[in-house]
């Protein structure tokens, strides 16, 4: 297969991949947290799960410090002179300053931002909040789902429905002609230069456009009226002229407090002593935080149920055979991936995930009982070996073997089978069944049936997994792990299980001032190493390059962050905007 037909399936693979994330229901996406409001009384979700519908952020490094964050809510984008912004600019209004480098609308308590979807990435926008003061961000949906369209439709006439609605549609006049809208919220992601790193420490939520409006109409209140900008009195008049002031001035003349307060927290189930929890990835690019994690998951391997998976795409969803999609999928085109590096295939990284599961399959029982890490070493030396890296797909195969050859406690004979190809599309098919119903389609893990979104990380996977336990039934190393907020204080827990004192974080040690001989020496060999190491890291340069480059040109056509108010696809249909359409838009 060609270089352009394998980039053209890839491009092709991902596009639908996303479009048929944006096609869960998000009560079936099993979040792991909950967004409410304590006051006012009417914007209370008294439903089942006393939550608002709303998607997580697939970034950011949230929750560190408190796993529920209430707050005053403040809507942080109305129209300037009939201009909407969304929070793309650091231009918010002028905020409370304590000297010391904090901000505040107040001064007082933490602060919610609501902002407007639309004209720049989902992580610019969040950057710019947390910047602001902002302990949480809840973004406003624009573009009308099923149920929006569906509400205004009842409440102000087709009509004036369709124009609402068809206003942020990349074919506003075919929408009005066919009113089609997305059944569910998009995710919102980042393709890793805005806010994928870990600075963003705030987490964000995405609300229905209707539900955002219900916020927007209590804040527009006459009881709160005091506390508003001009620009946001010509917006709540306008609300007003529009009929989409959704509050009466009977439930506003109810409101106990001159304010709006929102309850967003994360939320495990913890119905008893055992926690399960899953680990979601691709054999070609195990996420960053295994090899810090890994002592904490054998550290309570007695008290939990571990299984890693592994990501396969549905080729028949996207009409998949063996010659339209090629060397990226296998059987036929049942079962795909789409590979990290541009020298393997999709069936490469398809046979790693097989032999990984292999690995656990073999082992799981004893690890279970005894916390054996055969997997875990696996993993490790996959990463020291770079064996995601190698030239081609038969030194990556090469590079699996040499590791699983070398395991004394690996049955060969076993792992032979278990590899074999009946076997091996048996595999394949459950572990696509079982990636559909959890609606996973990137790196994730899974605890009590909860998708832990955000940017995941160690501190605060080790949380969540010990908030999944019930009260009183935690091993004792999550008492040090509630107070750890970072990898470095994670780490330090681990002193507490052979001290047998996990009240708090271990102190670090101090750090000696001057230089030894040991360091010069060992100074002196660095440097020298860096000359080494650099000829590697030439040759490696242009390989990565063009793997760069390939990354560029599928984010064109990736639908995973905001781009002028719009997204690429909606659940019932999926369209792509030429590049004129798209205007000069950087999708980073």
Same mark, same amino acid.
Not at 49 to 61: E, K, M, Q
Not at 238 to 249: G, N
């Given at each position: 297969?060609?270089?352009?037909?394998?980039?053209?399936?890839?491009?092709?693979?991902?596009?639908?991949?996303?479009?048929?994330?944006?096609?869960?229901?998000?009560?079936?996406?099993?979040?792991?947290?909950?967004?409410?409001?304590?006051?006012?009384?009417?914007?209370?979700?008294?439903?089942?799960?006393?939550?608002?519908?709303?998607?997580?952020?697939?970034?950011?490094?949230?929750?560190?410090?408190?796993?529920?964050?209430?707050?005053?809510?403040?809507?942080?984008t109305p129209p300037k002179?009939?201009?909407?912004?969304?929070?793309?600019?650091?231009?918010?209004?002028?905020?409370?300053?304590?000297?010391?480098?904090?901000?505040?609308?107040?001064?007082?308590?933490?602060?919610?931002?609501?902002?407007?979807?639309?004209?720049?990435?989902?992580?610019?926008?969040?950057?710019?909040?947390?910047?602001?003061?902002?302990?949480?961000?809840?973004?406003?949906?624009?573009?009308?789902?099923?149920?929006?369209?569906?509400?205004?439709?009842?409440?102000?006439?087709?009509?004036?429905?369709?124009?609402?609605?068809?206003?942020?549609?990349?074919?506003?006049?075919?929408?009005?002609?066919?009113?089609?809208?997305?059944?569910?919220?998009?995710?919102?992601?980042?393709?890793?230069?805005?806010?994928?790193?870990?600075?963003?420490?705030?987490?964000?939520?995405?609300?229905?456009?209707?539900?955002?409006?219900?916020?927007?109409?209590?804040?527009?209140?006459?009881?709160?009226?005091?506390?508003?900008?001009?620009?946001?009195?010509?917006?709540?008049?306008?609300?007003?002229?529009?009929?989409?002031?959704?509050?009466?001035?009977?439930?506003?003349?109810?409101?106990?407090?001159?304010?709006?307060?929102?309850?967003?927290?994360?939320?495990?189930?913890?119905?008893?002593?055992?926690?399960?929890? /899953?680990?979601?990835? $691709?054999?070609?690019?195990p996420p960053d935080f295994? #090899? =810090? %994690? *890994?002592?904490? @998951?054998?550290? !309570?391997?007695?008290?939990?149920?571990?299984?890693?998976?592994?990501?396969?795409?549905?080729?028949?969803?996207?009409?998949?055979?063996?010659?339209?999609?090629?060397?990226?999928?296998?059987?036929?085109?049942?079962?795909?991936?789409?590979?990290?590096?541009?020298?393997?295939?999709?069936?490469?990284?398809?046979?790693?995930?097989?032999?990984?599961?292999?690995?656990?399959?073999?082992?799981?029982?004893?690890?279970?009982?005894?916390?054996?890490?055969?997997?875990?070493?696996?993993?490790? /030396?996959?990463?020291? $070996?770079?064996?995601?890296?190698?030239?081609?797909? #038969? =030194? %990556? *195969?090469?590079? @699996?073997?040499? !590791?699983?050859?070398?395991?004394?406690?690996?049955?060969?004979?076993?792992?032979?089978?278990?590899?074999?190809?009946?076997?091996?599309?048996?595999?394949?098919?459950?572990?696509?069944?079982?990636?559909?119903?959890?609606?996973?389609?990137?790196?994730?893990?899974?605890?009590?049936?909860?998708?832990?979104?955000?940017?995941?990380?160690?501190?605060?996977?080790?949380?969540?997994?010990?908030?999944?336990?019930?009260?009183?039934?935690?091993?004792?190393?999550?008492?040090?792990?509630?107070?750890?907020?970072?990898?470095?204080?994670?780490?330090?827990?681990?002193?507490?299980?052979?001290?047998?004192?996990?009240?708090?974080?271990?102190?670090?040690?101090?750090?000696?001032?001057?230089?030894?001989?040991?360091?010069?020496?060992?100074?002196?060999?660095?440097?020298?190493?860096?000359?080494?190491?650099g000829a590697v890291a030439?040759?490696?340069?242009?390989?990565?390059?063009?793997?760069?480059?390939?990354?560029?040109?599928?984010?064109?056509?990736?639908?995973?962050?905001?781009?002028?108010?719009?997204?690429?696809?909606?659940?019932?249909?999926?369209?792509?905007?030429?590049?004129?359409?798209?205007?000069?838009?950087?999708?980073?």
């Open positions: 297969m060609s270089f352009t037909n394998r980039l053209f399936c890839a491009t092709v693979f991902l596009v639908f991949q996303y479009s048929l994330a944006q096609n869960n229901d998000p009560k079936e996406h099993h979040v792991s947290t909950k967004v409410n409001f304590r006051t006012p009384a009417g914007l209370k979700a008294e439903n089942e799960d006393n939550t608002y519908i709303h998607t997580d952020a697939l970034f950011g490094v949230p929750f560190q410090k408190n796993r529920m964050i209430t707050g005053l809510v403040y809507y942080m002179d009939g201009v909407i912004d969304a929070g793309c600019a650091d231009n918010y209004p002028v905020v409370f300053d304590d000297g010391e480098g904090e901000k505040k609308m107040t001064g007082v308590g933490n602060q919610v931002f609501l902002v407007d979807r639309g004209n720049c990435t989902f992580a610019l926008k969040v950057r710019i909040a947390q910047a602001n003061g902002a302990e949480a961000v809840i973004i406003a949906n624009n573009e009308c789902l099923n149920s929006d369209y569906e509400f205004l439709k009842n409440r102000l006439g087709e009509s004036k429905a369709k124009e609402l609605c068809c206003m942020f549609s990349s074919m506003p006049e075919q929408c009005k002609n066919n009113p089609r809208f997305p059944r569910y919220l998009p995710f919102m992601a980042s393709n890793g230069n805005q806010g994928s790193d870990l600075s963003i420490t705030i987490p964000a939520f995405m609300m229905t456009l209707t539900d955002s409006l219900k916020i927007k109409s209590y804040l527009c209140c006459d009881s709160v009226q005091s506390t508003l900008s001009a620009d946001d009195i010509k917006y709540c008049q306008k609300l007003k002229d529009d009929d989409l002031m959704l509050v009466k001035q009977s439930e506003c003349d109810k409101m106990d407090h001159k304010a709006v307060i929102a309850d967003l927290k994360l939320d495990t189930p913890h119905p008893d002593g055992n926690v399960e929890y /899953q680990l979601w990835m $691709k054999s070609d690019t295994l #090899e =810090s %994690f *890994e002592w904490f @998951s054998q550290s !309570i391997h007695t008290d939990t149920l571990f299984t890693p998976k592994y990501i396969v795409v549905n080729g028949q969803a996207y009409n998949c055979d063996k010659d339209s999609c090629g060397d990226f999928c296998l059987y036929d085109g049942k079962y795909c991936s789409i590979p990290e590096q541009p020298f393997l295939a999709g069936t490469d990284v398809l046979h790693e995930n097989v032999r990984q599961h292999c690995i656990w399959e073999q082992e799981k029982d004893d690890f279970h009982k005894k916390g054996l890490p055969m997997w875990w070493e696996y993993q490790k /030396q996959f990463r020291l $070996k770079r064996c995601s890296f190698m030239d081609n797909g #038969e =030194s %990556f *195969e090469s590079c @699996s073997k040499k !590791i699983t050859d070398s395991f004394g406690g690996l049955n060969q004979a076993n792992f032979r089978a278990c590899t074999e190809k009946d076997n091996e599309e048996k595999i394949l098919k459950q572990l696509s069944l079982d990636q559909n119903d959890m609606a996973i389609f990137a790196t994730s893990m899974i605890v009590n049936t909860r998708v832990i979104h955000f940017s995941l990380t160690s501190p605060l996977l080790a949380e969540v997994i010990c908030d999944g336990f019930a009260d009183g039934t935690a091993p004792k190393v999550c008492s040090c792990v509630s107070q750890a907020s970072t990898e470095n204080d994670l780490a330090l827990c681990k002193k507490c299980l052979d001290t047998n004192d996990c009240d708090g974080v271990p102190s670090q040690p101090q750090v000696m001032s001057g230089y030894s001989a040991t360091s010069v020496i060992g100074l002196l060999l660095g440097v020298s190493c860096v000359f080494g190491v030439y040759t490696r340069y242009q390989k990565r390059q063009m793997h760069d480059d390939v990354r560029n040109i599928l984010a064109e056509y990736m639908p995973l962050e905001e781009v002028n108010g719009m997204s690429f696809s909606n659940s019932d249909a999926t369209s792509m905007r030429t590049n004129a359409d798209r205007e000069d838009s950087n999708l980073i």
